[in-house]
């Protein structure tokens, strides 16, 4: 009996399983924001990121864009800032230049 009581929970945790996943693959696309954005202008900022740089700065933008010790755009899957965002126009440097320290300027709430 309790061979089968296992192996119908199993089999139950399976089924929820398939079913989790199936309904994950089901999500709508996010919207990208930029497609009509023309080249070269700079990319607007996505609607989840509504007042943060008001509550936390450039530095809150550097957290997930910026080339530092704590941050890797790549980890976070975020755009990397561009070189030129940089003092001396290098990531090497790690800071940012001071004439883009006000990212909402450029890159204005989508």
């Given at each position: ?25 089901e999500q709508p696309q ?81």
């Amino acid at each position: 009996m309790r061979k089968r009581i296992v192996a119908a929970a199993l089999a139950l945790t399976m089924a929820l399983g398939v079913g989790a996943i199936a309904g994950c693959s089901e999500q709508p696309q996010k919207e990208d924001v930029n497609a009509e954005v023309p080249p070269g202008a700079p990319p607007l900022m996505p609607p989840g990121h509504e007042g943060r740089f008001e509550q936390l700065g450039a530095n809150g933008c550097y957290g997930c864009h910026g080339a530092n010790d704590q941050a890797n755009p790549m980890l976070t899957g975020s755009t990397a800032l561009p070189e030129d965002h940089y003092q001396g126009k290098s990531s090497d440097s790690r800071e940012l230049d001071p004439t883009h320290d006000q990212c909402i300027t450029c890159h204005s709430q989508a």
